[in-house]
């Protein structure tokens, strides 16, 4: 059957596209069945058709507790088998996260748990880090605490800034969210006791995506 995947967008939306790529590539068996965004004007939104598309300025609402219940009501009623943060900024409170708890996903640009929130291109650069990179991990109430699905790496080369760094990487995120999104969408990804079970086998460290695209099974523990 196919996977019913909703989108948290806060942005322009390049890895939601990502997405509807592989889906019209035949490489993602899934539909994205609405895109959300706690800000009204993101380029994101424009992406999708207007009945798939669901806003809500949240500086409208009393607290992060009323948007959140707002949104989740409105990705309730989509029913999707899994909730994906492509560039979502705001923080999803504890509620948010165990109402649909084992089914969120993140990407994140660093090899978490290294630089979790912003600014991650240039604190892997200030710490003379040799290689960057980012994770999709499950979504938990910590900050970019989940566990780590799989990670991409890149090299940091001799003159790099935080501008040059970020777009070097961007493609290669794009990659990391499609695989990782097909692993989902083919059911054979799930989380138990905080850890990722992969075809019903714990994941002891993250999956790495190699030269070609795939995953590497051999980080199976």
């Given at each position: 059957m196919t996977s019913r995947i909703a989108v948290l967008v806060s942005g322009r939306g390049s890895n939601l596209q990502a997405l509807l790529d592989a889906i019209a590539g035949g490489r993602l068996d899934a539909e994205i069945v609405g895109v959300f965004s706690d800000r009204p004007d993101a380029a994101a939104l424009q992406r999708v058709a207007e009945p798939q598309r669901w806003s809500a300025d949240a500086r409208g609402f009393p607290d992060r507790n009323a948007f959140d219940a707002a949104l989740g009501d409105a990705?309730?009623?989509?029913?999707?088998d899994w909730i994906f943060c492509a560039g979502y900024m705001r923080i999803?409170?504890?509620?948010?996260?165990?109402r649909f708890e084992g089914r969120v996903l993140n990407v994140h640009p660093s090899l978490l748990p290294r630089y979790k929130g912003l600014h991650t291109h240039a604190r892997a650069l200030r710490a003379g880090d040799a290689e960057h990179g980012a994770s999709v991990h499950f979504v938990v109430p910590e900050l970019d605490s989940g566990a780590v699905i799989a990670q991409v790496r890149i090299p940091v080369l001799p003159g790099d800034t935080a501008d040059t760094l970020a777009e070097r990487l961007l493609p290669q995120e794009h990659r990391l969210v499609t695989e990782v999104m097909a692993l989902a969408a083919s059911g054979r990804l799930a989380e138990r006791d905080g850890q990722v079970q992969l075809d019903g086998q714990t994941l002891f460290k993250p999956?790495?995506?190699d030269s070609t695209g795939v995953l590497d099974p051999g980080s199976r523990g």
């Amino acid at each position: 059957m196919t996977s019913r995947i909703a989108v948290l967008v806060s942005g322009r939306g390049s890895n939601l596209q990502a997405l509807l790529d592989a889906i019209a590539g035949g490489r993602l068996d899934a539909e994205i069945v609405g895109v959300f965004s706690d800000r009204p004007d993101a380029a994101a939104l424009q992406r999708v058709a207007e009945p798939q598309r669901w806003s809500a300025d949240a500086r409208g609402f009393p607290d992060r507790n009323a948007f959140d219940a707002a949104l989740g009501d409105a990705l309730a009623a989509c029913a999707p088998d899994w909730i994906f943060c492509a560039g979502y900024m705001r923080i999803l409170g504890e509620a948010f996260v165990r109402r649909f708890e084992g089914r969120v996903l993140n990407v994140h640009p660093s090899l978490l748990p290294r630089y979790k929130g912003l600014h991650t291109h240039a604190r892997a650069l200030r710490a003379g880090d040799a290689e960057h990179g980012a994770s999709v991990h499950f979504v938990v109430p910590e900050l970019d605490s989940g566990a780590v699905i799989a990670q991409v790496r890149i090299p940091v080369l001799p003159g790099d800034t935080a501008d040059t760094l970020a777009e070097r990487l961007l493609p290669q995120e794009h990659r990391l969210v499609t695989e990782v999104m097909a692993l989902a969408a083919s059911g054979r990804l799930a989380e138990r006791d905080g850890q990722v079970q992969l075809d019903g086998q714990t994941l002891f460290k993250p999956l790495l995506l190699d030269s070609t695209g795939v995953l590497d099974p051999g980080s199976r523990g």
